[in-house]
T-cell receptor, first 115, second 115 residues
Framework: DAGVIQSPRHEVTEMGQEVTLRCKPI?????LFWYRQTMMRGLELLIY????????DSGMPEDRFSAKMPNASFSTLKIQPSEPRDSAVYFC?????????????FGPGTRLLVL | AQKVTQAQTEISVVEKEDVTLDCVYE???????LFWYKQPPSGELVFLIRRNSFDEQNEISGRYSWNFQKSTSSFNFTITASQVVDSAVYFCALTLYNQGGKLIFGQGTELSVKP
């Protein structure tokens, strides 16, 4: 079975450019999470969706970040405009929402470098 | 506030040695879930184990074992007869029943197993 799919795997862009990260959750999963990993802050939750509805976006750093989940098979995380401090690895994770402690399965991550 | 502490930043062992990775968590909630994830050099996050707060049974899976002790708020991970392929960063994480699934990660322990 396919796991969580993320694209692109690597992205290098210049400050001020728009960046769009994509995620396809595991088929049948109905809960999706976006995390960011940096050396300084470790792994932190940005936003999560249940049944395509954003539930908690308190971790989104600022208005430059936005996330959507138009359907159960696809989500995007957009940064506009990007800044060097956005450089990080962005992970998408999905789970089947049966109980609140269900395991989240992570994608391979997108390594973003903003110059 | 909830917190996960992995006090060991780096551990280096020689192959076939046993090694224990410590994890201490803080929460006032009575219902919560604990996880361990492995992040090998390739960068993905691999799920290892999930435990709920009502299940204090220790678990063994091959060379891996986990010791959950609520009395000390610890969820330690032991690798027996370590192998070079065990070299990775290991993360302990906590989620609360009433937080909808947000994972709170420790800072990770980098394990290096030398031949």
């Amino acid at each position: 079975d396919a796991g969580v799919i993320q694209s692109p795997r690597h992205e290098v862009t210049e400050m001020g450019q728009e960046v769009t990260l994509r995620c396809k959750p595991i088929s049948g999963h109905n809960s999706l999470f976006w995390y960011r990993q940096t050396m300084m802050r470790g792994l932190e939750l940005l936003i999560y969706f249940n049944n395509n509805v954003p539930i908690d976006d308190s971790g989104m750093p600022e208005d430059r970040f936005s996330a959507k989940m138009p359907n159960a098979s696809f989500s995007t995380l957009k940064i506009q405009p990007s800044e060097p401090r956005d450089s990080a690895v962005y992970f998408c994770a999905s789970r089947l929402l049966r109980d609140r402690g269900e395991t989240q399965y992570f994608g391979p991550g997108t390594r973003l470098l903003v110059l | 506030a909830q917190k996960v502490t992995q006090a060991q930043t780096e551990i280096s062992v020689v192959e076939k040695e046993d090694v224990t990775l410590d994890c201490v968590y803080e929460t006032r909630d009575t219902t919560y879930y604990l996880f361990w994830y492995k992040q090998p050099p390739s960068g993905e996050l691999v799920f290892l184990i999930r435990r709920n707060s009502f299940d204090e049974q220790n678990e063994i899976s091959g060379r891996y074992s986990w010791n959950f002790q609520k009395s000390t708020s610890s969820f330690n991970f032991t690798i027996t007869a370590s192998q070079v392929v065990d070299s990775a960063v290991y993360f302990c994480a906590l989620t609360l029943y009433n937080q909808g699934g947000k994972l709170i990660f420790g800072q990770g322990t980098e394990l290096s197993v030398k031949p």
